[in-house]
């Protein structure tokens, strides 16, 4: 039915939310702040709409990288540096090798029956680290990071980049497999991909239904294998 599957990266291949969560509170902890769940929400939200806006071209991955930091401290009220905290934080981001259930169990099943590739809005030097650490990079042909090309999803430029490296093939050939309803589906099924939504039980669905909704990466074999 399909000859690529393009994988989105975080919490769909790596649980970015169990990441996240490890590595904000190592580096609060490392400045005396007592961890808490209120924290993590709080952040969540700042992040979640620093990350909205640079998918939507309103800031750049530069400005990205310092700006949620910046909110959290002056939300916070605490004494440090968003520069200081925004590497720290990457820095822990980067060593971890949290997976989403059954993933990698997954990806070694498929890859002998189709080309893969990896396509992520992320940051270059939390993202590459990962690969090598998590020994991901022999299962994808290819893959496309948002802050390497300078364009995000859901925009058609980064899918274009992305059939770029796939020899040809037409967006009707490849299925997209992400969590995002909006950066992965959304922009995959306006470019003519067939979608694979990851349902991870939050309160958004995707404004288009999709092809197949899965709550975990092995039900994958089920649709594709049989």
């Given at each position: 039915?399909?000859?690529?599957?393009?994988?989105?990266a975080d919490n769909t291949v790596w649980d970015f939310s169990a990441a996240e969560a490890a590595s904000l509170r190592s580096c609060l902890e490392s400045l005396d702040v007592q961890w808490s769940k209120d924290i993590l929400t709080t952040y969540r939200q700042i992040n979640h709409a620093a990350w909205r806006d640079y998918e939507n071209g309103l800031i750049d991955s530069i400005s990205l990288r310092t700006i949620r930091f910046q909110r959290l401290i002056e939300t916070l009220n605490l004494d440090t540096n968003a520069t200081y905290l925004s590497t720290l934080y990457r820095h822990g981001l980067a060593r971890s090798d949290h997976f989403m259930p059954t993933a990698k169990e997954t990806l070694q099943v498929l890859?002998?029956?189709?080309?893969?590739?990896?396509?992520?809005?992320?940051?270059?030097?939390?993202q590459r680290p990962r690969l090598k650490n998590t020994g991901l990079n022999d299962f994808?042909?290819?893959?496309?990071?948002?802050?390497?090309?300078?364009?995000a999803k859901p925009h058609?430029?980064?899918?274009?980049?992305?059939f770029a490296e796939m020899n040809g093939a037409r967006p009707e050939e490849a299925l997209v497999i992400g969590d995002n309803p909006v950066s992965d589906m959304l922009g995959a099924q306006l470019y003519g991909c067939a979608t694979c939504w990851m349902d991870?039980?939050?309160?958004?669905?995707?404004?288009?239904?999709?092809?197949?909704?899965?709550?975990?990466?092995?039900?994958?074999?089920?649709?594709?294998?049989?």
């Amino acid at each position: 039915m399909y000859n690529w599957l393009l994988f989105d990266a975080d919490n769909t291949v790596w649980d970015f939310s169990a990441a996240e969560a490890a590595s904000l509170r190592s580096c609060l902890e490392s400045l005396d702040v007592q961890w808490s769940k209120d924290i993590l929400t709080t952040y969540r939200q700042i992040n979640h709409a620093a990350w909205r806006d640079y998918e939507n071209g309103l800031i750049d991955s530069i400005s990205l990288r310092t700006i949620r930091f910046q909110r959290l401290i002056e939300t916070l009220n605490l004494d440090t540096n968003a520069t200081y905290l925004s590497t720290l934080y990457r820095h822990g981001l980067a060593r971890s090798d949290h997976f989403m259930p059954t993933a990698k169990e997954t990806l070694q099943v498929l890859r002998p029956h189709y080309k893969m590739g990896l396509i992520t809005n992320g940051l270059s030097e939390v993202q590459r680290p990962r690969l090598k650490n998590t020994g991901l990079n022999d299962f994808f042909d290819f893959v496309i990071i948002s802050d390497e090309v300078g364009v995000a999803k859901p925009h058609a430029a980064f899918f274009d980049l992305a059939f770029a490296e796939m020899n040809g093939a037409r967006p009707e050939e490849a299925l997209v497999i992400g969590d995002n309803p909006v950066s992965d589906m959304l922009g995959a099924q306006l470019y003519g991909c067939a979608t694979c939504w990851m349902d991870l039980g939050g309160e958004k669905s995707p404004e288009r239904e999709t092809d197949y909704s899965i709550k975990k990466l092995s039900e994958l074999t089920d649709i594709l294998l049989t």
